[in-house]
T-cell receptor, first 114, second 114 residues
Framework: NAGVTQTPKFRILKIGQSMTLQCTQD?????MYWYRQDPGMGLKLIYYSVGAGITDKGEVPNGYNVSRSTTEDFPLRLELAAPSQTSVYFC?????????????FGQGTRLTVV | AQSVTQPDIHITVSEGASLELRCNYSYGATPYLFWYVQSPGQGLQLLLK??????LVQGIKGFEAEFKRSQSSFNLRKPSVHWSDAAEYFCAVGGSGGSYIPTFGRGTSLIVHP
């Protein structure tokens, strides 16, 4: 059972370049999330989705875009990469909107913008 | 708004010693609380969760946590730490308002000395 799969694992971007971080899950979960993790800052929510075709902003959405055309996939798009976007990005999913339900995480994408 | 505070950025213990990681939460109603562990280079994995019932919760890998409503705390404990427990630990509170958007603390890094 693959769970949540993120690609790539590592990437170096130049300032101003664009890229898409891929996330797919095979658990038929409705909820999906993108977080960024910076040292000593914990996890900050970028965007989330409660189902195919529905997305919403989280705490730190500026500089990012998402789409959710299928239940399985939730790609994160970076347009015009900036050094402030250097971070580790985690995709997560959960089956429903219940408060007692855990989130399942991918292994992360380490992005460096130079 | 809900929030989670992990006051310790780093904790250092010797192998075989006991461990307690602190977590305080702010939440308007009965909280749904989680502890996750992040091993180096990996995503987050659920250790345990609490949402009702017995205030002492058992988790995987020999961890337990105690919910204390009077202190707004959900501290994680382990009686004897192993070198493989070295990791980042995150406390989280489940979402409110019928939508599961978890809020994470900033994390505590556990260092284990031989």
């Amino acid at each position: 059972n693959a769970g949540v799969t993120q690609t790539p694992k590592f990437r170096i971007l130049k300032i101003g370049q664009s890229m898409t971080l891929q996330c797919t899950q095979d658990m038929n979960h409705n909820y999906m999330y993108w977080y960024r993790q910076d040292p000593g800052m914990g996890l900050k929510l970028i965007y989330y989705s409660v189902g195919a075709g529905i997305t919403d902003k989280g705490e730190v959405p500026n500089g990012y875009n998402v789409s959710r055309s299928t239940t399985e996939d939730f790609p994160l798009r970076l347009e015009l990469a900036a050094p402030s976007q250097t971070s580790v990005y985690f995709c997560a999913s959960s089956p429903n909107g219940r408060q007692d339900t855990e989130a399942f995480f991918g292994q992360g994408t380490r992005l460096t913008v130079v | 708004a809900q929030s989670v505070t992990q006051p310790d950025i780093h904790i250092t213990v010797s192998e075989g010693a006991s461990l307690e990681l602190r977590c305080n939460y702010s939440y308007g109603a009965t909280p749904y609380l989680f502890w996750y562990v992040q091993s180096p280079g990996q995503g987050l994995q659920l250790l345990l969760k609490y949402f009702s019932g017995d205030t002492l919760v058992q988790g995987i890998k020999g961890f337990e946590a105690e919910f204390k409503r009077s202190q707004s705390s959900f501290n994680l404990r382990k009686p004897s730490v192993h070198w493989s427990d070295a990791a980042e630990y995150f406390c989280a509170v489940g979402g409110s308002g019928g939508s599961y958007i978890p809020t994470f603390g900033r994390g505590t890094s556990l260092i284990v000395h031989p």
